[in-house]
């Protein structure tokens, strides 16, 4: 079994910044690779960001492209998402996310497990 635990959603200003982690436990295989999802309330969990399990491939959605990062810390088992020129628009639940396809199918059906969900809040 797999459990994936997100750390850092809180409320920040427009124009703030946020940096999400996910530490990962059980048995996580090398291949799987992480990914980041958001759902805004009443609306289907969309994709946001996701990387390789090696770090060297990164895709990110058009709508974060330029102020979200995302990384992953092997050794530690933990994906981070850096976000940065936070928009109110951005205010979701963020979700953490790993499977052998997600760095290539950014999409829900390519995730195995999901972490439980973190809330960031953007003020205007």
């Known amino acids: 079994q797999v459990q994936l635990v997100e750390f850092g959603g809180g409320l920040v200003q427009a124009g703030g910044s946020l940096r999400l982690s996910c530490a990962a436990s059980?048995?996580?295989?090398?291949?799987?690779?992480m990914g980041w999802f958001r759902q805004y309330s009443g609306k289907e969990r969309e994709f946001v960001a996701s990387?390789?399990?090696?770090?060297?491939?990164?895709t990110y959605a058009d709508s974060v492209k330029g102020r979200f990062t995302i990384s992953i810390d092997n050794a530690r088992k933990t994906v981070y998402l850096d976000m940065n020129s936070l928009k109110p628009e951005d205010t979701a639940v963020y979700f953490c996310?790993?499977?052998?396809?997600?760095?290539?199918?950014?999409?829900?059906?390519?995730?195995?497990?999901w972490g439980q969900g973190t809330q960031v809040t953007v003020s205007s």
């Open positions: 996310a790993t499977g052998i396809a997600v760095s290539i199918v950014p999409h829900t059906s390519a995730v195995d497990y």
């Open positions: 059980g048995h996580i295989f090398n291949n799987y690779a």
């Open positions: 990387i390789s399990e090696s770090g060297e491939y990164t």
